[in-house]
């Protein structure tokens, strides 16, 4: 068996810091995209399309420690098509710097 034959085999490794590094700097670039678009292009079914969101929040949770209390929320998360351009051009670009 050949280098090749085993990497054709093996897949490679994917972490959970790197797919979350990938997704918050592509969920940045859509928001830049996205602002710049709201900015920049005239009003128009176009405008419409690629900055239309759809948002999905959850909380507040409020934790007791006794010594300590605090609320974390709500956390929304907003997605539109730029959102998800953002995403597949950082994680392409980082599936190239490998």
Do not use: C, H, Q
């Amino acid at each position: 068996m050949t280098r090749g034959d085993a990497l054709l085999l093996r897949p490679p490794s994917r972490s959970a810091k790197r797919i979350a590094t990938i997704l918050v700097l592509g969920f940045l670039l859509g928001a830049i995209l996205t602002k710049l678009s709201l900015w920049f292009l005239p009003e128009g079914p176009f405008r419409e399309f690629f900055t239309t969101t759809i948002s999905a929040s959850v909380g507040p949770l409020s934790v007791d420690l006794l010594v300590i209390a605090f609320t974390l929320g709500p956390i929304v998360l907003n997605v539109n098509l730029f959102s998800v351009a953002g995403v597949l051009v950082i994680a392409y670009l980082a599936r190239m710097m490998l």
